[in-house]
T-cell receptor, first 111, second 113 residues
Framework: KQEVTQIPAALSVPEGENLVLNCSFT??????LQWFRQDPGKGLTSLLL?????REQTSGRLNASLDKSSGRSTLYIAASQPGDSATYLC??????????FGSGTRLSIRP | DGGITQSPKYLFRKEGQNVTLSCEQN?????MYWYRQDPGQGLRLIYY???????QKGDIAEGYSVSREKKESFPLTVTSAQKNPTAFYLC????????????FGAGTRLSVL
């Protein structure tokens, strides 16, 4: 059974720092992996999607990597800003119909 | 604007009462999903529907029911059999293209009176 883990559960860093969020999964047979952002009391917004055949995806200050063999993905945020404060969730697509979510990392950027 | 609309934003349930959460999408997506989110946890799948008039149980379907009579609509009923309904409920939809990129609504927060 696929399990997705995100550590740490919470992270606080000063503005301007580069940071890395981690996601691990137990079954390497995935179709793709997505990173989402969730603001308090709101829905999820997709940030980046990496297909199983890809190693990384970039969007602006965000870079997501995927290492299927080790069951890991990282989300790199460059030059963090207070507006980046949110919960970040990763999710893997293990079958055509089902996505398994991690519990998220709550990120706080201190001005 | 295209998107997914969930209503109401907040909902209160009395003991023994059934309540229905609305989810409407105008993205012309075939597939729709309902998730439950508890504090500090990820999303857990309640029900999903790949096509009109068809739906499947997710991981935590007990105490919930759904219908899919129209492509645009996928309402979720939280029945009195769900003994711990307090949570944040999220609806999503996707194209059936294998990538399963899901677009989410803003959520409904359900509390018990």
């Amino acid at each position: 059974k696929q399990e997705v883990t995100q550590i740490p559960a919470a992270l606080s860093v000063p503005e301007g720092e580069n940071l890395v969020l981690n996601c691990s999964f137990t079954d390497s047979a995935i179709y793709n992996l997505q990173w989402f952002r969730q603001d308090p009391g709101k829905g999820l917004t997709s940030l980046l999607l990496i297909q199983s055949s890809q190693r990384e995806q970039t969007s602006g200050r965000l870079n997501a990597s995927l290492d299927k063999s080790s069951g890991r993905s990282t989300l790199y945020i460059a030059a963090s800003q207070p507006g980046d404060s949110a919960t970040y969730l990763c999710a893997v697509l293990s079958s055509a119909s089902k996505i398994i979510f991690g519990s998220g990392t709550r990120l706080s950027i201190r001005p | 604007d295209g998107g997914i609309t969930q209503s109401p934003k907040y909902l209160f349930r009395k003991e023994g009462q059934n309540v229905t959460l609305s989810c409407e999408q105008n993205l012309n997506h075939d597939a729709m999903y309902w998730y439950r989110q508890d504090p500090g946890q990820g999303l857990r799948l309640i029900y999903y529907s790949q096509i009109v008039n068809d739906f499947q149980k997710g991981d935590i379907a007990e105490g919930y029911s759904v219908s899919r009579e129209k492509k645009e609509s996928f309402p979720l009923t939280v029945t009195s059999a769900q003994k711990n309904p307090t949570a944040f409920y999220l609806c999503a939809s996707s194209i059936r293209d294998g990538k399963n990129i899901q677009y989410f609504g803003a959520g409904t927060r359900l509390s018990v009176l």
